[in-house]
């Protein structure tokens, strides 16, 4: 059944499983809608097909014109009239953003036990009265894998991001008072297993990896909207998860359970996509 104007029926969405309803903000979760759902088609997408997917993810109708109206002033979508209705397409910043999150979440290359042993290591301190800037530094670093061991230190064993992190500190004007550098751990100084201890809350990660195996790996969803909404809320969570599992090298982790929970969710989403983007198809109206 594919969508025909904004002003579709609202009583045509089921009703979400609460217990499932993602806990992200309406405009959160739409991001993810667009990169699961719009960015592999490249075709625009109706205002009524993102706000059937939004309703039955648990969001009221005034939430839902609000995400979008707020992704749209973001810059990640653009909007276009035709006749009584509003197309939406995603914006260069859109597929970069895009791009980047499906290598950074999903990739498998990641989990490699290939790793040279060296770890990037960044000094940045910044004022307890700039607490904005603080609070934007710590997400990027967070997002790019990098662990805060002892104040104003962040390391990371992904020294390949060193540009990603340069890019964030100088956006935020900390370069003159940053010292940057690539190395093994040498002595005197903590073990390795201390500084992963310390850097990432892993029995945090390890703990909400387990809630989501508990919630869609005992559960069979049926195909059409249930599987739908499961497969973009199970994504919404995993997009999330790299602010808490920076995804370190195996060899880093010997005993860490999170690994594998988190191999086997990514397989489950591969595993709905096919079935989640059938009904998709139909409701956006996509050939």
């Known amino acids: ?13 089921p ?4 217990e499932a309803a993602s806990t992200g903000s309406a405009r959160s979760v739409l991001v993810t809608v667009l990169g699961e759902l719009v960015e592999p088609y490249g075709q625009p997408v109706r205002t009524a097909a993102l706000l059937y997917v939004l ?29 009584r209705e509003t197309l ?10 895009f791009t980047e999150g499906e290598l950074r979440v999903f990739s498998t290359d990641v989990d490699t036990t290939q ?9 940045v301190p910044i004022p307890e009265s700039h607490r904005s800037t603080r609070k934007k530094l710590y997400a990027a670093l967070r997002w790019a894998g990098f662990g805060n061991p002892t104040p104003g230190v962040w390391v990371t064993p992904h020294v390949d991001r060193a540009a990603e992190a340069a890019r964030t500190i100088d956006s935020l004007g900390l370069s003159p008072n940053t010292v940057s550098f690539v190395g093994a751990l040498a002595v005197p100084g903590i073990t390795e297993d201390e500084l992963v201890r310390r850097s990432w809350d892993l029995d945090a990660a390890e703990k909400e990896y387990d809630e989501l195996l508990d919630h869609f790996d005992t559960h069979t969803f049926e195909a059409g909207d249930e599987l739908l909404f499961a497969h973009l809320q199970l994504a919404d969570a995993l997009r999330r998860m790299p602010y808490m599992d920076p995804r370190l090298p ?4 010997p005993d860490w359970r999170g690994l594998e929970a988190a191999r086997r969710l990514r397989d489950l989403r591969a595993e709905w996509t096919p079935t989640a983007h ?9 050939d």
């Open 1 to 13: 059944m594919a969508l025909m104007s904004d002003s579709s029926d609202s009583n045509q969405v």
């Open 15 to 18: 009703a979400p499983d609460k």
């Open 55 to 83: 309703k039955g993810l648990g969001y009221g109708e005034h939430a839902a014109r609000q995400a979008i109206a707020r992704t749209g002033s973001a810059g990640l979508i653009a909007a276009d009239r035709n006749g």
């Open 88 to 97: 939406w397409t995603l914006t260069d910043k859109a597929h970069r953003l």
């Open 115 to 123: 790793w040279d042993g060296r770890w990037l290591v960044v000094n």
């Open 250 to 253: 195996e060899v880093l982790l």
């Open 278 to 286: 059938a009904r998709w198809r139909r409701i956006a109206g996509i």
